[in-house]
Structures are given as structure tokens and as C-alpha cells.
């Protein structure tokens, strides 16, 4: 049974998609598909902007 929101949009391709993942055995296997989140990225730009507050604050500082 596909979700309301699944028929509520597009039933063709939910009707696809559920018959797909029943034929090739696949479904919910209780791990999270890969959304092209690069992680590393992301924690080295915060990583960086977090040494650029503390260059700032320390410049800041000494201007004072």
C-alpha cells in the first residue's frame, strides 16, 4: 500500500516504484539513501569559518 501522499501527488509512479522494489526484492532495509551530502565538506567549512571568528575576535583585540 503506497503512502496518501504518494497517491495524492503521483499515482503512476508510485504504483511503479512499489511494484519495482516487490519484483527486485528491495524495500526498506532500514538504512538512509545517500543524498549527495558531502559531510567532510561541510565540517571543514564550519571548521573554517569557526578559525575565521576566532582571527577576527583576536584582531579585534588588539585594534582595542
Known amino acids: 500500500m503506497a503512502s496518501s501522499t504518494c497517491q495524492a501527488y ?3 509512479l ?3 516504484v512499489g511494484s519495482a ?3 527486485n526484492g528491495t524495500g526498506s532495509s532500514g538504512t538512509l539513501p545517500f543524498t549527495g551530502l ?3 565538506l561541510l565540517v571543514a567549512g564550519g ?3 569557526l ?3 576566532f582571527v577576527v575576535r583576536r584582531l579585534s ?3 582595542n
Do not use: E, F, I, K
Request: hydrophobic share 30%; net charge positive.
Open 14 to 16: 508510485c504504483s511503479s
Open 51 to 53: 578559525g575565521a571568528g
Open 38 to 40: 558531502d559531510v567532510v
Open 10 to 12: 503521483s499515482p503512476q
Open 21 to 23: 522494489n516487490a519484483s
Open 61 to 63: 583585540r588588539r585594534l
Open 47 to 49: 571548521g573554517t569559518l
